[in-house]
């Protein structure tokens, strides 16, 4: 079966449920028992850790729905559902590690995963090293006997710098004397449009905030693992007692139904807008890995699907004042944290501040685009008029 035959069947069962095409939207907290020995029974599988329906913060069928979903998809063994991206970061992090441990992670990664690290990690004991993005097999020199987690994210937060991921995968896995865990954020692709489990990934995190909601109007997180890395990742997220909300549940698997169409759409419109970008003279670079002059592009193309709405440019050298004036007056584009909805924005961001390991090397503003569902003629139009108040600004 495709992807997109899958995204439309999995996690549903209308026969089940009087016909309805869409899953039910369970609220739960206690769940009964009828007897002692469906007590005693429903404490023996969860303890075997069955998924089932034995309290609302295990899960309901709603919950399972979004699961199968994204497993469907993304890969690997089973999923487990967070109430935000970074809840699902952090949780995957916290389940293979503890005090004396070590994390390598990429330097380009989200900024919020390097605070984590850099803050209750550190508190915990636990040491990270930032690597260069670039490193590719070279990876196996920073493994260290406590190195527990390799974590990977391509293309980067602000820069979309690629990485070689089967190389970092492979090599990281060989160096270990064992259970050494790769981690990638695959939010920039979706589950649509990478597959982390055939690059040699353990463990893929969606911030479903994004592209799986799809209408900025959710918070949701998502991590499967493999069979191997299941268990503790499992056992983990139980402790940590994080569950994700019955109707945003509902919202999430709702929005992934049509993944494919969207994520397309942005696809080809990011595309346009950035060509548009490589040809405006204020701009320095235009970071967006499908594009073919782009460093990652032969990375992307042997290991990416497809590519998303999100890209980065730098300004040349301008005044704030000139920034400001290309910006505030822009019609189609929004101007806020977050992405992957049906709409676009524009947001000035700051590489500096979120890398240790390589000096950025430009000077001039970066700005980060999503690219939404409007039609890629009016908003070229709509930064083409944001261009000249900003040259008129200089
Ligand atoms: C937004 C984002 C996250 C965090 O997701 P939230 O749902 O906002 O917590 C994690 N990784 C990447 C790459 C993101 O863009």
Redesign the pocket.
Known sequence: MKDETKLVVAGRDPESNHGIVNPPVYHASTVLHPTLAALDDSRKRREQGERGVFYGRRGTPTTFSLEDMVCAVEGGYRCQVYP????A?AASLLSFLKAGDHVLMSDAV?G??RRFSNGLAARLDIATTFYDPAIGAGIAELVQDNTRIVYV?APG?ATFVMQDIPAIAEAAHAASSGGLVVMM?N??ASPLYCKPFELGVDVSIQ?G??YIVGHSDV???TACATEAAWPELEATSSMLGQTAGPDDVYLAQRGMRTLSVRLKQHWENGLAVADWLMGQDMVECVMHPALPGDPGHALWKRDFLGASGLFGITLKPCPRSAIAALVDDLELYGMGA??GGYESLILPTDPNSMRSVTPWPHEGQCMRFHIGLEDPGDLIADLADGFKRLKAAM
């Open positions: 935000s991206g970074l809840a970061v989200y919020p995963a994210e937060t954020d939010t920039w911030a905030t994004k918070m949701i997180g977050s992405w």
